[in-house]
T-cell receptor
């Protein structure tokens, strides 16, 4: 399973765009890149998933370069409620998710 | 659709006891996975069940076991509890079959187990 590396923490202000980059040098051909969000004392929540290029949904965008060795989660115009831990995962067809330490995002007024 | 439900939400046990946690997946989901979350080790995969069969297992001792019923509901059991078993135990369900990459998992709120 490919290991992921992401910043331990990030700070931002309301209304700003936040970009969290994740490194996954050993990603395999069949792996997908997936991001989860977790609030304290809650289970993680799926945010977005992609294989290559760019994926966008109603809450975030995911940018994946051609070599797929890294990815960037982009959160547009964050609010206080976006304060959470964000996990970058590389997922194969197996149902085993390997979580790293995640990135603690703190959004301030 | 109702989300993943876990019972009980909170549990206090003493060392040496055993505990059973329950998880009801989202209706129609056939895959159920269990995770342990602690401040020190983070989120760790325990095992995954599909159609009543364990398909994948993490690196936990045999004291941790699970099963899945024909209605996809799942239970996990921890025997001979240790202080280090205190954690948030999370259950997640997924709608898709094994072999398809990129399956989204839906997590429940977890069971907070405290071992004294």
């Amino acid at each position: 399973l490919a290991k992921t590396t992401q910043p331990i923490s990030m700070d931002s202000y309301e209304g700003q765009e936040v970009n969290i980059t994740c490194s996954h040098n050993n990603i395999a051909t069949n792996d997908y890149i997936t991001w989860y969000q977790q609030f304290p004392s809650q289970g993680p929540r799926f945010i977005i998933q992609g294989y290559k290029t760019k994926v966008t949904n109603e809450v975030a965008s995911l940018f994946i370069p051609a070599d797929r060795k890294s990815s960037t989660l982009s959160l547009p115009r964050v609010s206080l409620s976006d304060t959470a831990v964000y996990y970058c995962l590389v997922v194969t067809g197996f149902q085993k998710l390997v979580f790293g330490t995640g990135t603690r995002l703190l959004v301030s007024p | 659709k109702a989300g993943v439900t876990q019972t009980p939400r909170y549990l206090i046990k003493t060392r040496g006891q055993q505990v059973t946690l329950s998880c009801s997946p989202i209706s129609g989901h056939r895959s159920v996975s269990w995770y342990q979350q602690t401040p020190g080790q983070g989120l760790q995969f325990l095992f995954e069940y599909f159609s009543e069969t364990q398909r994948n297992k993490g690196n936990f001792p045999g004291r941790f076991s699970g099963r899945q019923f024909s209605n996809s509901r799942s239970e996990m059991n921890v025997s001979t509890l240790e202080l280090g078993d205190s954690a948030l135990y999370l259950c997640a369900s997924s709608p898709l079959d094994m072999g398809l990459a990129g399956n989204e998992q839906f997590f429940g709120p977890g069971t907070r187990l405290t071992v004294l």
